[in-house]
């Protein structure tokens, strides 16, 4: 089954820039997603399509694409970006859906 | 308003049976693809099965394949998770997800309901 690997914790610093990096197998011919996840909440869709942002979502966050590896950035990280991030994309051989393995980040 | 209302979880033996219910409002239900989404106390989300709009096409996990079955009623705007023989290991929040037309991503989330699994 297809598996998509995500670094667990990622800290950082108030208005420093947040890098989550998300591995797949030939994730280069997939549309990548990317899920913000407070305590307690359901998931808040962040990025869509590899890049793009769904209204009301900061332009701090963006996401792109190189190779094996998907990229969601938050910039000018703030105390209220603390929570879980997941990738996730469809796989069209198997015709799940697949989310990564999340990473917590931490707001030092 | 927009929104998703998830029911019908609870305690239940392993081996035992649940039926899971999500409400949906404010948009077109009708046309729109359906998913359930779980997660493990403390784990990360994993996704348990998609229904297409009319319900015509099916997929669900291999974890769970053949034990939790979706199905939806679109003219009461429901959707539902038969779950059988039911796991330790099925413990989890169940949430369900609205996904774009066709295009892969859930933008709408309802706040889940919680299965535990447990003699």
């Known amino acids: 089954s297809y598996v998509l690997t995500q670094p667990p914790s990622v800290s950082v610093a108030p208005g420093q820039t947040a890098r989550i990096t998300c591995e797949g197998n030939?994730?280069?011919?997939?549309?990548v997603h990317w899920y913000q996840q407070k305590p307690g909440q359901a998931p808040v869709l962040v990025v869509y399509?590899?890049?793009d942002r769904p209204s009301g979502i900061p332009e701090r966050f963006s996401g792109s694409k190189s190779g094996n590896t998907a990229t969601l950035t938050i910039s000018r990280v703030e105390a209220g970006d603390e929570a879980d991030y997941y990738c996730q994309v469809w796989d069209r051989g198997s015709g799940h859906h697949v989310f990564g393995t999340g990473t917590k980040v931490t707001v030092l | 308003q927009v929104q998703l209302v998830e029911s019908g979880g609870g305690v239940v033996q392993p081996g035992g049976s649940l039926r899971l219910s999500c409400a949906a409002s404010?948009?077109?239900?009708?046309?729109?693809?359906m998913h359930w989404v779980r997660q493990a106390p403390g784990k990360g989300l994993e996704w348990v099965a998609f229904?297409?709009?009319?319900?015509?096409?099916?997929y669900s996990a291999d974890s769970v394949k053949g034990r939790l079955t979706i199905s939806r009623d679109n003219s009461k705007n429901t959707l539902d998770l038969q779950m059988n023989s039911l796991r330790v290991e099925d413990t989890a929040v169940y949430f369900c997800a609205k996904e774009v037309l066709r295009k892969g991503y859930f933008d709408l989330w309802g706040r889940g309901t919680l299965v535990t699994v447990s003699s």
């Open positions: 399509v590899d890049s």
């Open positions: 229904i297409r709009d009319d319900g015509g096409d099916k």
């Open positions: 030939d994730i280069g011919s997939k549309s």
């Open positions: 404010g948009f077109n239900f009708n046309t729109s693809a």
